[in-house]
């Protein structure tokens, strides 16, 4: 009888520490959020074999903590904001850092993939953010509802102003809304890490911390939106040439003359023996590739001027690059200029 009981505490104890050692739903969430953090201010490139590491790790980490959230239930939709406690806000954040960690994958074969995967995380992420009524926002259309609005959009003989100055509106408050989340989360940092905040103050910057996500990820679907449309824009005339080439080619049609009446019929052979067969260009490259052609008096360029030419056009090629970038750089200027600052900004004439 103690034998078994000797053999039962050995088990619970082993199954103990192993729970133990287990990573718990913090540590998998912080992990995951500074890995993302370093890779976003990192110099080296993307697709640098340590950035790539530290982003599967971070995949791998805030995977398995969204995991624990399912299996744990500490998120319901079912529960208002405020019955959240403060120190779990930061968990709907999860689906937020998986589309962004995956955005971070460099694989141009599977691109395709991860911005599909990385958008449905993001509509995840801002579908729990709308149900909790986190932030006035409105959510971002599903590919059903794309593909009809696109349809109609496509049938419109004129652009839809109205909606394109809205759209331009909503960016600019998304802007400056940005900008004061960050400037108070600043403010609110120290004192939230270091463990001297009170609840409310905690729950401030999480909440603060979810608003900024939100903004991000509405900036980030816009982004995939576009790459999405030109990825299968690519893909597209590969298609259709595989397509083509698949079909057998066909002979080309002979030329033939349709007569009015006999006496045309007899001088141009009613399209059978006098037919011509060959067109005058086809003609002239023959007898032009055999050299039966005369110079008609035209000096031949030589090396030096094909030379000068190919210089020439290279040099205004150059030119006329540089200036488009000159050109497209003080426009970006102008706009975003026009972005921060009102209409009539600086206008001092008339003030009195």
């Not at 019955?83 to 460099?106: C, F, N, R």
């Not at 608003?211 to 690519?234: A, P, V």
């Not at 497209?328 to 009195?352: A, F, I, V």
């Given at each position: ?18 729970e133990l050692q287990l990573p ?19 110099t080296e490139p993307t697709g ?72 449905e995380h993001f509509i995840n ?228």
């Amino acid at each position: 009888m103690s034998e078994f009981f000797r053999v039962s505490f050995s088990y619970k104890m082993a199954a103990s520490e192993e729970e133990l050692q287990l990573p718990r739903l913090p540590e998998l969430f912080e992990n995951s959020k500074k890995l993302l953090e370093e890779v976003e201010v990192a110099t080296e490139p993307t697709g640098s074999r340590t950035i790539q590491d530290k982003v599967s790790k971070g995949l791998d980490l805030i995977d398995k903590a969204a995991g624990m959230l399912s299996q744990l239930d500490l998120l319901s939709r079912n529960e208002d904001l405020e019955e959240i406690a403060s120190t779990d806000l930061k968990y709907l954040m999860v689906p937020a850092l998986q589309g962004a960690l995956t955005m971070k994958q460099v694989n141009p074969s599977k691109r395709l993939d991860h911005l599909q995967r990385a958008r449905e995380h993001f509509i995840n992420f801002l579908t729990q953010c709308h149900c909790y009524h986190v932030a006035e926002f409105q959510l971002p259309q599903t590919k059903n509802n794309s593909a009809e609005n696109n349809t109609a959009s496509s049938s419109m003989a004129y652009p839809n102003l109205v909606a394109m100055a809205s759209q331009r509106q909503a960016k600019i408050e998304r802007y400056k809304q940005k900008k004061e989340v960050e400037h108070r989360l600043s403010a609110l940092k120290s004192a939230v890490e270091s463990g001297q905040a009170d609840d409310e103050r905690v729950r401030e910057y999480y909440l603060l911390h979810l608003r900024r996500w939100i903004g991000i990820s509405l900036e980030e679907i816009e982004s995939i939106d576009q790459e999405i449309k030109i990825l299968k824009e690519k893909d597209s005339p590969r298609e259709e040439s595989t397509s083509h080439s698949s079909l057998p080619e066909k002979p080309p049609m002979k030329p033939f003359i349709l007569t009015r009446n006999k006496a045309q019929a007899k001088v141009f052979g009613a399209g059978y023996p006098s037919l011509a067969t060959m067109t005058v260009s086809d003609w002239y490259e023959q007898h032009q590739k055999y050299g039966a052609l005369p110079d008609r008096g035209i000096a031949k360029p030589t090396s030096a001027d094909f030379r000068r030419a190919a210089q020439k056009q290279e040099d205004q090629e150059q030119k006329d690059e540089e200036n488009e970038e000159k050109t497209l750089h003080r426009m970006r200027e102008w706009d975003d200029w026009k972005d921060t600052h009102p209409r009539g900004y600086g206008n001092r004439q008339n003030m009195g």
